[in-house]
């Protein structure tokens, strides 16, 4: 299937769980997230708003990738990408800054394979917030000490 016909399925719009695609275009459902999980991902777009100015942050937005469509917990965008790459149902290409919250359903290759993909699909960064709060900072050249994109970033965000 194709993210479009997934998110047009009228079997598919009530379901208790989180849908992605692979790249056979086949669904893939996980648990929903557990409340913290939430509270980090608003946390997380909420600091985005506050801390880089022309974009936007968003929550739960599709990007389709090498491995189908996967959604970001939170992704900021830049003005210029929002013009570009506003509209659909998915993203044809990640955001800049695409951010991904470990889940007790979420392993870390798992997630490390996932920012390889937006990092694939244009993203210039990718995080993962561990269930620590911690967070790690990645750009196509690997592990960064903090984000080049948003420097005043905290490196843990609780919740």
């Keep these: 299937m194709t993210w479009d016909e997934v998110c047009a399925n009228p079997y598919l719009q009530d379901l208790p769980f989180e849908i992605e695609t692979n790249r056979w275009g086949q669904i893939v459902m996980s648990p929903p997230p557990h409340n913290d999980h939430r ?7 909420k600091l985005l708003l506050k801390k880089i100015r022309g974009g936007d942050a968003l929550q ?3 990007i389709n990738t090498e491995d189908g469509t996967k959604v970001a917990d939170a992704v900021w965008m830049s003005d210029e990408f929002l013009k570009k790459h506003k509209g659909g149902s998915s993203f044809q290409r990640a955001p800049e ?6 889940s007790p359903s979420n392993t870390m290759p798992e997630l490390l394979e996932k920012k390889d993909l937006y990092l694939e699909a244009g993203a210039r960064e990718v995080w993962i917030r561990e269930r620590s709060g911690r967070i790690l900072f990645f750009d196509a050249n690997g592990p960064l000490k903090k984000s080049r994109l948003c420097p005043s970033f905290p490196p843990t965000v609780k919740v």
Excluded: D, G, R
């Design 39 to 45: 509270f980090a991902q608003n946390s997380i777009q």
């Design 97 to 102: 800054i695409c951010v991904e919250v470990k």
């Design 60 to 62: 739960e937005m599709a």
